[in-house]
């Protein structure tokens, strides 16, 4: 069976979620294949073992002190390298610029934001907002594909190796020309991070100031991540990587709670195919309603304290 | 300093999207056209340099005849002049395609930067701006929250997951912007008067160095296979806060097991 390349999304050697996800959709096309960029293998391992890699190919953390066109090497060199199938990204922002430059290198054609792919790698798609569904596959060369965190469940494999290889890796000096400097964390709590959370609370107009804490209080009773719109960021009132949208970070949690948000259509591009959608809004007619599985006509600075009680209170 | 901006003319996000039954390509008769709005904060921060460093902002845009609305757009912001690639050829081209044609169209022009939005709202890839760097084999500085350019020296913030990165190269390069980079001015009566008489070079696939055997539908690296509306949400239970609102809420996150 051939290989199928996954990038692994990590942090200190903690393997995301969406990496799981992955290598459960890499099992209906091929043998999975993971590809650790940097340090930490050894504490990631199990869990890639877990979901099926029979294979791990570790590439030096050099790799990272180069805006993405190294890491597109890679796997433009261990694509062809190993006859590879298919490659399977998570479409966070920079990911789909590697696929993107992965592609041209492969002369491959790139899909990104895949809800679904199936063993023959036709891919589903969400568009305009969720109001259309679009199956895709690429015609050209290995299919690159960028899926959406939380589109996959992720199932436990039995017996794979996750066989450890190292690549030998010559960045060439093309990839060598927007070199990272520095990096910068901004204070993000301990939340769980946005695209990968299995709830989310988001915040809209409707919270009325900067002070985020009715939503921030809800998301932490549900161990929630927490989201905002644009309004709010464009308002200042909370950070824009926290922006849920067209133009934000595009969620599909088990379970999405949208407090004082309208639900523009830019809104819903970004949180349509969440799994259970609660709204509080207090305006009957906000199109969030039409959405929503379960929704209190209300104000929000007295139902969501009320609603966080309640969870504290039957935990 | 010559920055050229690359702008899109997309669907209306507010108006309601379709695709051609036939070719299934967007059907671009079914809505408004617009500017891509972020290739707005693109034409913004072009105009900052220049206001900074002096030189010229060109527009280039690859699209159908309807695409001359985003131009005049752009060109009442302030830029200078515009570009318009408009060829029958490269309809149904797809991101990767899209890449190479304005990286060919590039190719015909004299630039030391390169700006971009960092995603279209209809395509929605993000990837026309990393596939771009790649094609002209420059320095791939996307997705930035701030510029700063300083003789041949460019530094940006890279918005990242965590915060951000700060990347250093050397001009020429690509930037790709998102929207906390800056606020798109309004076009004045004056500009939007002058943006009339401002050029417009119209190039076809081939003026623009553009292969045809590489571009368009028939050639494209992907296929839509099929598509359809999606399935309508089940109507969900809406009830009325009467001082229970948030009790109600918990007994419906307690019943689908989320408490
Ligand atoms: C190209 C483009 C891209 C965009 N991208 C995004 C994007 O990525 N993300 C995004 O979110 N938006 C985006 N927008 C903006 C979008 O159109 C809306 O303007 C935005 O989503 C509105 O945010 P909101 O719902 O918080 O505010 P509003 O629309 O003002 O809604 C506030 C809601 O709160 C309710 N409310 C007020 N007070 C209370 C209270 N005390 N209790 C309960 N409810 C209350 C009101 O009834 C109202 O429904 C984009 C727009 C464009 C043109
Ligand atoms: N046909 C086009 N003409 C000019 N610029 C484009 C075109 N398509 C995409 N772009 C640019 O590429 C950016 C990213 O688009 P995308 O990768 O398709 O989401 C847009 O914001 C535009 O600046």
Not at chain 1, 150 to 161: L, R, T
Not at chain 2, 216 to 236: H, I, Q
């Amino acid at each position: 069976m051939a290989e199928v390349l996954v990038l692994v999304d990590h942090v200190d050697g903690q393997v995301k979620k969406v990496t799981t996800e992955l290598l459960t959709a890499a099992r209906r096309i091929g043998e999975p294949a993971a590809v650790w960029v940097g340090d930490g293998v050894e504490s990631g391992r199990a869990a890639l073992a877990e979901f099926g890699a029979e294979k791990v190919y570790v590439a030096p953390a050099e790799v990272n002190d180069y805006v993405v066109a190294p890491k597109a090497e890679l796997l433009a060199k261990l694509a062809q390298e190993k006859g590879a199938a298919a490659i399977l990204v998570s479409a966070t922002a920079e990911n789909k610029e590697i696929a993107g430059r992965t592609a041209v290198k492969l002369g491959s054609g790139v899909l990104t934001d895949v809800v679904d792919v199936n063993a023959e790698v036709v891919t589903e798609h969400s568009v305009f907002g969720g109001a259309t569904v679009t199956h895709a596959r690429v015609t050209t060369g290995v299919p690159v594909v960028a899926v959406r965190p939380n589109s996959v469940v992720p199932e436990a494999a039995v017996g794979a190796a996750a066989a450890e290889e190292a690549v030998a890796v010559e960045i060439s000096d093309a990839a060598k020309t927007a070199r990272v400097v520095e990096r910068v964390a901004q204070e993000k709590g301990a939340r769980p991070e946005l695209t990968e959370a299995a709830i989310v609370v988001s915040g809209g107009r409707g919270v009325g100031s900067d002070d985020f804490s009715v939503v921030e209080n809800l998301a932490d009773s549900l161990g929630a991540a927490v989201g905002a719109s644009r309004a709010v960021v464009d308002s200042g009132w909370y950070p824009n990587q926290f922006q849920v949208g067209q133009t934000g970070k595009t969620v599909s949690p088990n379970l999405y709670v949208a407090l004082g948000i309208s639900g523009a259509i830019q809104h819903r591009a970004g949180m349509q195919t969440s799994k259970n959608i609660v709204a509080v809004n207090k305006d009957p007619e906000a199109p969030i309603f039409e959405l929503a599985d379960f929704g209190v006509v209300g104000d929000l600075h007295t139902v969501a304290p009320q609603l966080t009680e309640e969870i504290n209170k039957r935990k | 300093m010559n920055i050229v901006v690359l702008v899109k003319q997309v669907p209306d996000t507010a108006t309601e999207r379709k695709l051609n039954a036939d070719d299934r390509t967007l059907d671009r008769a079914a809505s408004d056209g617009v500017i891509n709005e972020l290739d707005e904060y693109a034409i913004e921060e072009a105009l900052l340099l220049k206001e900074k460093h002096g030189g010229e902002v060109t527009i280039l845009t690859m699209g159908p005849d309807q695409a001359t609305d985003s131009i005049r757009k752009a060109l009442s912001m302030g830029a200078d002049k515009a570009v318009f690639v408009n060829d029958e050829a490269l309809h149904g081209s797809d991101a990767i395609q899209t890449a190479y044609a304005l990286a060919q169209a590039l190719g015909t022009l004299e630039f030391d930067l390169v700006v971009l939005g960092s995603e279209s709202t209809d395509a929605r890839t993000g990837v026309v701006g990393a596939a771009l760097a790649e094609y002209l084999g420059l320095p791939q500085l996307t997705l930035a929250g701030k510029v700063d350019v300083d003789g041949g020296a460019i530094r940006i913030q890279r918005q990242t997951d965590y915060g951000y990165d700060v990347v250093e190269a050397q001009l020429p390069a690509v930037v790709s912007v998102v929207e906390k980079i800056n606020e798109p001015r309004y076009p004045s009566f004056k500009l939007i008067m002058q943006a009339k008489k401002k050029p417009v070079d119209k190039k076809s696939a081939a003026d623009a160095g553009i292969d045809t055997g590489r571009v368009g539908l028939a050639n494209a690296t992907t296929e839509t296979v099929d598509f359809a509306a999606a399935p309508p949400r089940a109507a969900g239970t809406i009830v009325k806060d009467e001082g229970d609102g948030g009790t109600k809420a918990a007994d419906f996150l307690a019943e689908k097991k989320f408490v």
